[in-house]
């Protein structure tokens, strides 16, 4: 099941995890250094619901923002 809103076609989304060592400079220290870059995903906040779609009821993986802008009607 793929991880994507069936109204909007909202996604996955990658970015980084960045770790950093040392003390800032604004607190006294010589700055953050960073030790370790990793490839992290950013999951939409989906939701399983029975949506009125053609006539019909059906069972549609909805994102939260699209449920809360009243973009679906409950089946």
Same mark, same amino acid.
């Given at each position: 099941?793929?991880?994507? $809103?069936? =109204?909007? %076609?909202?996604?996955?989304?990658?970015?980084? #995890?960045?770790? #950093?060592?040392?003390?800032?400079?604004?607190?006294?220290? =010589? %700055?953050?250094?960073?030790?370790?870059?990793?490839?992290? #995903?950013?999951?939409?906040?989906? /939701?399983? =619901? #029975? =949506? /009125?779609?053609?006539?019909?009821?059906?069972?549609?993986?909805? $994102?939260?923002?699209?449920?809360?802008?009243?973009?679906?009607?409950? %089946?």
């Amino acid at each position: 099941m793929a991880r994507v $809103c069936s =109204i909007c %076609g909202k996604g996955p989304v990658t970015g980084n #995890r960045i770790i #950093r060592k040392g003390l800032p400079k604004k607190k006294g220290g =010589i %700055g953050l250094h960073t030790t370790g870059i990793t490839r992290r #995903r950013f999951l939409p906040n989906l /939701q399983s =619901i #029975r =949506i /009125q779609e053609n006539g019909g009821v059906r069972k549609r993986l909805v $994102c939260s923002s699209c449920l809360k802008a009243g973009k679906v009607v409950k %089946g």
